[in-house]
């Protein structure tokens, strides 16, 4: 049995956030930016992730934005690729906290709560099918930017509110199981980031220059002497996750991707310059690279340890420290939507030098705890396949009809 399909728009309206400034932004506060970022896949909130703290009286002078507990907002950008969080709506928890919505963060209303049960309604808009839809809109660039208009284009099956009530109730065991995965992979990647500041939070010294650790943006010319009829892997921002993760999936001629893309080799850190990548934590240590070579997409920079000085291990984890990508926030340029962290930004950001050997331990200590979440993220991928059958079979009525007979 299928069930009728409804435009978006027909049953729900978008009210658009507020463009803060990232000089708005201030060390700690009881206001925080409602982002993207805040979304989590699978449309968990989580206004404590790479938080953004604004000044306590923006809350009465933008009090159209403040967002209350049971608000639902939507994520109106994502990559072009794997958008993970667009379109996916998500229910407001303040903890009593002031949350302010920013751009290219949407507040969902619903026009007749009576005929729509949100659980539901969540589950639709994050169905295979609605994403893509939403990706079509990208136009072939990196990011998908939803407008209004585009986001309540789509259409959704949608059913009695009873069996809506059913067919949430059924699919909550799989998504729970699911969630769990997801937040077991995040621990994992939190325990890596902990250790690195238990380890170099407190180093006292003098302050170098990254860019003096590292190698920025190696340029091609060191390899132009290879056959360009050699393979490479080919390694585009989607297959790169916020958890430093790497797809490898895809190889390509050397003289294909020569011009217009992005090189690296093994044992280079990449590093997401574009938002939201760059705030979500995309970066990862390239490894078991064709030919020890690789090419991606033009929104990385790359930096390579340099020997003696730093590791992969280090370097990496650096990136994805809160403060350090919150510093390369503010040195953004460009125009919003798409602000680029420029290469000097590594001259400007300046550390203590840990001694190798220290690095060298903290990669061992490393070592441990990725082939634990190297596990957690085999099982997410199994619950994630179980969650999307199971919600196929939802659409077309297929998981009601199971229980009825």
């Given at each position: 049995m299928k069930?009728?399909?409804?435009?978006?728009?027909?049953?729900c309206d978008l009210f658009n956030g507020y463009a803060f400034k990232s000089s708005d932004y201030v060390d700690k506060s009881n206001t925080l930016s409602c982002r993207m970022s805040n979304i989590r896949p699978g449309g968990r909130f989580d206004i404590g992730y790479n938080p953004r703290?604004?000044?306590?009286?923006?809350?009465?002078?933008?009090?159209?934005?403040?967002?209350?507990?049971?608000?639902?907002?939507?994520?109106?950008?994502?990559?072009?690729?794997?958008?993970?969080i667009l379109g996916v709506p998500t229910v407001i928890k303040t903890?009593?906290?002031?949350?302010?919505?920013?751009?290219?963060?949407?507040?969902?209303?619903?026009?007749?709560?009576?005929?729509?049960?949100?659980?539901?309604l969540q589950l639709a808009l994050n169905s295979p099918n609605v994403r893509s839809i939403y990706k079509k809109f990208a136009g072939g660039g990196l990011q998908i930017n939803l407008g209004k208009k585009d986001?309540?284009?789509?259409?959704?099956?949608?059913?009695?509110?009873?069996?809506?009530k059913q067919i949430a109730a059924i699919l909550d065991a799989a998504d729970s199981l699911r969630q769990k995965d997801q937040q077991l992979v995040e621990h994992y990647t939190a325990l890596s980031q902990s250790l690195f500041l238990e380890m170099f939070g407190g180093l006292k010294g003098e302050k170098v220059p990254l860019s003096s650790l590292c190698k920025v943006n190696p340029p091609k010319s060191e390899?132009?002497?290879?056959?360009?009829?050699?393979y490479v892997s080919f390694v585009p921002m989607a297959k790169v996750s916020e958890y430093g993760e790497v797809e490898l999936t895809d190889k390509r001629l050397l003289e294909?991707?020569?011009?217009?893309?992005?090189?690296?080799?093994?044992?280079?850190?990449?590093?997401?310059?574009?938002?939201?990548?760059?705030?979500?934590?995309?970066?990862?240590?390239?490894?078991?690279?064709?030919?020890?070579?690789?090419?991606?997409?033009?929104?990385?920079?790359?930096?390579?340890?340099?020997q003696n000085l730093s590791t992969p291990e280090w370097l990496y984890a650096l990136t994805v420290q809160k403060s350090f990508r919150q510093q390369a926030e503010l040195n953004m340029t460009g125009s919003a939507g798409q602000k680029r962290v420029p290469k000097q930004f590594f001259d400007k950001y300046m550390v203590v030098s840990p001694t190798i050997?220290?690095?060298?331990?903290?990669?061992?200590?490393?070592?441990i705890i990725e082939k634990q979440k190297q596990q957690a993220q085999t099982n997410l991928q199994k619950s994630e396949a179980l969650f999307n059958s199971l919600l196929q079979r939802a659409f077309t009525g297929e998981l009601t009809a199971d229980k009825a007979a």
């Open positions: 069930f009728p399909l409804v435009k978006l728009g027909d049953i703290y604004l000044p306590d009286d923006f809350s009465e002078k933008y009090d159209q934005f403040k967002l209350k507990d049971n608000d639902v907002v939507i994520a109106m950008t994502d990559l072009a690729d794997s958008p993970k903890n009593g906290k002031n949350i302010l919505l920013n751009q290219r963060v949407g507040k969902l209303l619903i026009k007749e709560p009576s005929q729509i049960y949100f659980p539901y986001l309540l284009s789509v259409q959704i099956p949608l059913p009695p509110l009873a069996e809506q390899i132009a002497k290879l056959d360009k009829n050699m294909e991707v020569w011009n217009g893309f992005t090189y690296f080799a093994d044992n280079d850190v990449v590093f997401a310059k574009i938002t939201p990548c760059m705030e979500n934590g995309k970066g990862a240590i390239m490894r078991n690279l064709i030919n020890g070579i690789g090419f991606g997409t033009t929104e990385f920079h790359v930096l390579r340890p340099v050997e220290f690095q060298n331990q903290f990669a061992k200590h490393v070592a």
